[in-house]
């Protein structure tokens, strides 16, 4: 069973900085891609970054130029660094690990809550 542990959010105003991580029970290198999500008041997840096993890396247009994923394979960790943070930014944030072979995410963390106050 593998397991996604997400720590990091939290209150911060407009124009701070958070970072996320997200510790896997597997190691990451087993994963075909892994990605940060976002879902907010009564709307689905978005996703928000992801990357490839080989490290093709993409973002929503939303937080490009903001917002870095990272991964660390010695933690089997992986990291979305926030920064210029916008009130529009608050929501929940799901990290997500997809196997080799799938279109859709298969593994899910229970989420961290991200509030950016104005």
């Known amino acids: 069973q593998v397991q996604l542990v997400e720590s990091g959010g939290g209150l911060v105003k407009a124009g701070g900085s958070l970072r996320l991580s997200c510790e896997v029970s597997?190691?990451?290198?087993?994963?075909?891609?892994m990605a940060w999500f976002v879902q907010t008041s009564g709307n689905p997840r978005e996703l928000v970054a992801s990357?490839?096993?080989?490290?093709?890396?993409s973002y929503a247009d939303s937080v490009k130029g903001r917002f870095t994923i990272s991964r660390d394979d010695a933690k089997n960790t992986v990291y979305l660094q926030m920064d210029s943070l916008k009130p529009d930014d608050t929501g929940v944030y799901y990290c997500?690990?997809?196997?080799?072979?799938?279109?859709?995410?298969?593994?899910w963390g229970q989420g961290t809550q991200v509030t950016v106050s104005s």
């Open positions: 597997v190691a990451i290198y087993s994963m075909n891609a």
């Open positions: 990357m490839s096993r080989i490290g093709d890396i």
């Open positions: 997500a690990g997809r196997n080799w072979g799938q279109i859709s995410y298969d593994y």
